[in-house]
């Protein structure tokens, strides 16, 4: 593990996200599209982040990242190995993206620059964190397109993007990020743009930097499959809001929010049952509400079979159900 690495807090979590929020001016009101979110990532550990597009979880990777373009400084407090993120100054936030925490995008080919090789980006990188320079930077870029299972990695180095295939962009984009061996690694979709034996790939190769460096992993995805597969702990997001998180197995066997609920039986299953009717799918009604007109109380109660006057008129605060679960409900499915 590079020094870089070397965890200042080993006691705390790497990441402790504490009512975060993002708000963009809109004419002359302000729309809030990321609202009290909160949860904590352990080192080794991986949190998948899980919602329907729209509902505010890039804004929350870029918020953490400090990368919002366009709004204001994000409310709420984001520690990351017990630094306060929020409030550093540029210098230190730009030093510390690469060095302790960084992101990988849904789009790597769009993210990548087409008129440099593939060598010189990752170099670039290094460069910018380490001293390290000719040779030696060399002999690391390809150490790194190893690490990330490309195979003849000098050769990928000299390589430019436009040559390689949306897998193999993705895993540059992979050691890219890890060049600096970061303790929190963001991944944003990484897989979407992907086929499904790639996703797989890459999937695996996140799992094998989190078991060989204890890398902490955000794992974005809207997809529940990935989250079952690969997650230990998910927060589920609705509308700008976690509305619900749990370790994974507890999450798929006693969901506690009606949302997460419906998430789940909107689940294409191999097997019927017999109530199933052929052919059908199960689609939580309505429609998610827009960040600049939400409902007063709750913000899933328009859409809810269990609301009542209290949802319409109170919006629930994230209450821990159990000491590892908590959910955002004044009538959540599953009690303790
Ligand atoms: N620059 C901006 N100004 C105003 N609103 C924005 C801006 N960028 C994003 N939003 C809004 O913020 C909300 C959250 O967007 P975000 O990209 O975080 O959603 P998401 O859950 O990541 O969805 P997806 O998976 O589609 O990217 C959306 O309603 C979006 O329209």
């Known amino acids: 593990m590079s020094e870089a690495c070397a965890r200042p807090t080993p006691d705390l979590p790497v990441l402790a996200v504490d009512r975060l929020s993002v708000t963009f001016a809109s004419g002359r009101a302000s729309v809030r599209v990321v609202d009290d979110v909160s949860f904590t990532l352990g080192q080794g550990e991986i949190l998948a982040l899980l919602g329907e597009s729209g509902c505010g979880k890039s804004m ?25 993120l929020l409030d550093v100054p540029p210098d230190r936030l730009r030093a510390l993206r690469g060095q302790r925490m960084a992101m990988v995008f849904q789009d790597p080919m769009s993210a990548l620059n087409p008129v440099l090789s593939l060598g010189n980006q990752i170099g670039e990188a290094l460069r910018c964190h380490t001293g390290l320079r000719r040779a030696a930077l060399r002999d690391r870029v390809v150490a790194l397109l190893g690490e990330v299972g ?44 992907l086929d499904v034996t790639v996703q797989k790939q890459i999937l695996d190769l996140l799992h094998g930097l989190r078991r060989r460096h ?6 974005i995805t809207h997809d529940l499959g990935v989250v079952a597969e690969n997650a230990d702990r ?27 609920l419906g998430l789940l ?6 097997e ?9 799918f199960y689609a939580i009604p309505g429609t998610v509400p827009d960040p600049a007109n939400l409902p007063p109380g709750c913000r899933f ?14 919006a629930p605060a994230l209450e821990a159900l159990r000491p590892d679960h908590r959910v955002r409900c004044w009538h959540p499915v599953a009690g303790p």
Do not use: K, N, W
């Open 214 to 219: 204890r890398t902490a992993i955000l794992l």
């Open 234 to 260: 998910v927060a589920v997001m609705y509308a700008g809001q976690v509305v619900e998180e749990a370790p994974v197995a507890v999450l798929y066997a006693r969901p506690a929010h009606p949302y997460t």
């Open 150 to 193: 490309l195979a003849d990695p000098a050769q990928v180095a000299d390589r430019f993007p436009h040559e390689l295939s949306g897998g193999m962009c993705q895993r540059v984009m992979i050691a890219m990020a890890i060049a600096c061996d970061p303790g929190l690694l963001i991944a944003d979709e990484p897989t979407t743009a």
């Open 60 to 84: 929350t990777a870029l918020a953490i990242m400090g990368l919002v373009p366009g709004a204001g400084r994000p409310g709420g407090r984001v520690m990351l190995d017990g630094e306060a």
């Open 265 to 270: 039986r909107s689940m294409p299953r191999l």
């Open 272 to 280: 019927s049952r017999p109530d199933d009717d052929p052919g059908s």
């Open 301 to 314: 109660e328009p859409r809810c079979d269990r609301a009542d006057q209290a949802c319409r008129e109170t």
